[in-house]
């Protein structure tokens, strides 16, 4: 299982969602995965909006 979820949802615009339940503590795996995707995605000029959500209740 991954710990983030990357996916474009529409024309420029980016969706990452933390994936480490049960609260999505930001851990140093879950940190190292995003810095990764962020910088994968600032050098996509197409993405222009990035929503960082949570997976789950909390």
């Known amino acids: ?17 933390l994936n480490n339940p049960p609260l999505n503590l930001v851990t140093v795996e879950l940190t190292k995965v ?3 995707k962020l910088d994968e995605l600032a050098s996509d000029h197409s993405v222009r909006v990035l929503i960082l959500t949570g997976q789950g209740e909390r």
């Open 1 to 17: 299982m991954s710990v983030i979820q990357s996916e474009m949802i529409d024309e420029g615009v980016a969706l990452i969602t």
């Open 34 to 36: 995003l810095v990764s």
